[in-house]
């Protein structure tokens, strides 16, 4: 089982440039969520979605849009990239109230 | 507004001691859940251990035990018999029962000394 699969893994990008994180998941899960991981301040969800079709705020929403294109994937889009942007993505899914979540390796993301 | 703190930003612990790593929450929600994540040098993100908000008992699994004092809103993970490859960044993390939204505390990080 590849369990959750993110890509890229690294990507450096310049101010204002966009780009779209990959991931999709081969668990049959329902939710699916994006986090980013900043030094000293654990994960901070950005985007989830529920189910297939339905997708709502996080903690830190602004500068980030989503996609749930199906039960299995769901992208992250940056449409013009800033230097605060500067994170550790990580997708996962499962986790909805007592159940753990299943993350994917992470994306190294510069933005310079 | 719920809150995860983890008070201990860095630990040691000699290989095959016990280590206690903190956590403290606060919520106002009666039914709640409490994780422990461990993240390797490599990065990814390992699930380690879950404890409801009604369980009982303290949940446990293998050498990870969560010691949890709802009274004063404490999700202790305890490691017995650490190994080396127990290093790592841990993470305690709360999620309102059926709830979508996990926090994250800031995380501990914990070497294990030969």
């Known amino acids: 089982n590849a369990g959750v699969t993110q890509t890229p893994k690294f990507q450096v990008l310049k101010t204002g440039q966009s780009m779209t994180l990959q991931c999709a998941q081969d668990?049959?899960?329902?939710?699916m969520y994006w986090y980013r991981q900043d030094p000293g301040m654990g994960l901070r969800l950005i985007y989830y979605?529920?189910?297939?079709?339905?997708?709502d705020k996080g903690e830190v929403p602004n500068g980030y849009n989503v996609s749930r294109l199906n039960k299995r994937e769901f992208s992250l889009r940056l449409e013009s990239a800033a230097p605060s942007q500067t994170s550790v993505y990580f997708c996962?899914?499962?986790?909805?109230?007592?159940?753990?979540?299943?993350f994917g390796q992470g994306t190294r993301l510069t933005v310079v | 507004a719920q809150k995860i703190t983890q008070t201990q930003p860095g630990m040691f612990v000699q290989e095959k001691e016990a280590v206690t790593l903190d956590c403290t929450y606060d919520?106002?929600?009666?039914?709640?859940?409490l994780f422990w994540y461990k993240q390797p040098s490599s990065g990814e993100m390992i699930f380690l251990i879950y404890q409801g908000s009604y369980d009982e008992q303290n949940a446990t699994e293998g050498r990870y035990s969560l010691n949890f004092q709802k009274a004063r809103k404490s999700a202790n993970l305890v490691i017995s018999a650490s190994q080396l490859g127990d290093s790592a960044m841990y993470f305690c993390?709360?999620?309102?029962?059926?709830?979508?939204?996990?926090?994250f505390g800031a995380g501990t990080r914990l070497f294990v000394k030969a």
């Open positions: 919520t106002s929600d009666q039914s709640y859940g």
């Open positions: 668990m049959n899960h329902n939710s």
């Open positions: 993390a709360m999620s309102h029962t059926g709830g979508f939204k996990t926090i």
């Open positions: 996962a899914s499962g986790g909805r109230g007592s159940s753990e979540a299943f």
């Open positions: 979605s529920a189910s297939e079709g339905t997708t």
